[in-house]
Structures are given as structure tokens and as C-alpha cells.
Nanobody
Framework: QVQLVESGGGLVQAGGSLRLSCAASRQTYRSSVMAWFRQAPGLEREFVAA????????VYADSIQGRFTISRDSSKNTITLQMNSLKYEDTAVYYC??????????????????WGQGTQVTVSS
């Protein structure tokens, strides 16, 4: 039932910033989690960051190294991924995902049952 739409992708030079947004077509329950995954050409989809809708608890991939910040806006039913100090290796299609909450937000792709179609982020060297 949940439909997710990503936006904000584009082309940026290394060291620059982008802000991705994900809007849900229906209300997100407080017990749910929303997350960002990414998939680079030739690689499998990997976890980036997640946030619990109810209390804002966040979990990040180690590879982010403090450069990205995930946040939520309950009034708009959206989540945002602020990406700073972008690197060439950040180039990927970024996907928004939604799923149930089981304690801390999950890094596992199998936890999520709703997916957007993705938005392309390209970082030039």
C-alpha cells in the first residue's frame, strides 16, 4: 500500500552537497522505519541510513563516515538525506524504503517492504 517517491538527485562535483527527499503517498505509522539504500553499477544494493518515524532514532552505514544526515518531517510525511562532502564513490541510484520497526532501525534490506523507484546521484571527479 505504501508508495514512495524520491527526488533531489542530480550531478554534483566531488566535495559538493545534495539533499534527497522521499515522500510517502500515505501516512506512515509511528512504529515504522524509513531508510535510504543505494546501488552503484555492478554492485548490490547497500544500506545508507535509516530513521525511526516515532522518535527519530537514526542508524548509519559505517561507510558514510559522518558525511550524511537523515531526518524526517512528520507534517509532510517525508524523509531527507542531506549528503555533504560527496565523493565519486557515492555515485549510485539512491532508493527510499519503508518497513516495520523492531527496536533500532534495521540495516537489512529484507526488513523493508516498500520501495521507491530511485533517484540517480552522480558525483564527478
Amino acid at each position: 500500500q505504501v508508495q514512495l517517491v524520491e527526488s533531489g538527485g542530480g550531478l554534483v562535483q566531488a566535495g559538493g552537497s545534495l539533499r534527497l527527499s522521499c515522500a510517502a503517498s500515505r501516512q506512515t505509522y509511528r512504529s515504522s522505519v524509513m531508510a535510504w539504500f543505494r546501488q552503484a553499477p555492478g554492485l548490490e544494493r547497500e544500506f545508507v541510513a535509516a530513521i525511526a518515524w516515532s522518535d527519530g532514532t537514526t542508524v548509519y552505514a559505517d561507510s558514510i563516515q559522518g558525511r550524511f544526515t537523515i531526518s524526517r518531517d512528520s507534517s509532510k510525511n517525508t524523509i531527507t538525506l542531506q549528503m555533504n562532502s560527496l565523493k565519486y564513490e557515492d555515485t549510485a541510484v539512491y532508493y527510499c524504503a519503508a518497513g516495520p520497526r523492531f527496536g533500532l532501525p534495521s540495516r537489512k534490506i529484507g526488513t523493508y517492504n516498500g520501495w521507491g523507484q530511485g533517484t540517480q546521484v552522480t558525483v564527478s571527479s
